[in-house]
């Protein structure tokens, strides 16, 4: 069974950083691109970044770009994301999300999600 | 960027209507199109892919169509448990980028 536990969320201040990290298992992490995907309180989805099964290709929204980090671990099946510079507008549920994986590459296809882990910014 | 016009953003209907929504890309992008439903509190689920290929385990009521810029999601015969959030989203060069969601009722 897929499951995808995502953890580092809380309260920061603006201008802090926060590191969240996804822990995967039931699949061959390292055969399949990895997301995140952010739900502000009451509103609609938003894809924050993407990374390939070997980190050669790496994606963010216009939103996080230059302020946020995503970086993978193979051996330890983990998934990360470093977000620098926090801002109120940041404040969001933070989903770890599969690749549905297409011809052993990255198609954005979102097959698995976890249950999200909460980043509230706030002074 | 490309970006996703999703109508409507609500919709009441009857249990066995047929529930169609719909979604535009401002440029054409083929057929990488997906539709998830959000039911309240949970995470997303993928129901579509590649516009018009049902996933895995989903009631096959749910379908997609379209290419290029307009593609449709209908759901054939409304049923109770399909009260959700539906949100599409679109996929190209290293983005992906999902509509503003239709959330669906019971009338």
């Known amino acids: 069974e897929v499951q995808l536990v995502e953890s580092g969320g809380g309260l920061v201040q603006p201008g802090r950083s926060l590191r969240l990290s996804c822990a995967a298992s039931g699949f061959t992490f390292d055969d399949y691109a990895m997301h995140w995907v952010r739900q502000a309180p009451g509103k609609g989805l938003e894809w924050v970044s993407g990374i390939s099964w070997n980190s050669g290709s790496i994606g963010y929204a216009d939103s996080v770009k230059g302020r946020f980090t995503i970086s993978r671990d193979n051996a330890k099946n983990s998934l990360y994301l470093q977000m620098n510079s926090l801002r109120a507008e940041d404040t969001a549920l933070y989903y770890c999300a599969k690749d549905r994986g297409c011809g052993g590459g990255s198609c954005y296809t979102f097959d698995y999600w976890g249950q999200g882990t909460l980043v509230t910014v706030s002074s | 960027d490309i970006q996703m016009t999703q109508s409507p953003s609500s919709l009441s209907a009857s249990v066995g209507d047929r529930v169609t929504i719909t979604c535009q890309a401002s440029?054409?992008?083929?057929?990488?199109l997906n539709w998830y439903q959000q039911k309240p509190g949970k995470a997303p689920k993928l129901l579509i892919y590649?516009?018009?290929n049902l996933e895995t385990g989903v009631p096959s009521r749910f379908s997609g169509s379209g290419s290029g810029t307009d593609f449709t999601f209908t759901i054939s015969s409304l049923q109770p448990e399909d009260i959700a959030t539906y949100y599409c989203?679109?996929?190209?060069?290293?983005?992906?980028?999902f509509g503003q969601g239709t959330k669906v009722e019971i009338k």
């Open positions: 989203q679109q996929y190209d060069n290293l983005h992906g980028t």
């Open positions: 590649d516009a018009s």
């Open positions: 440029q054409d992008i083929s057929n990488y």
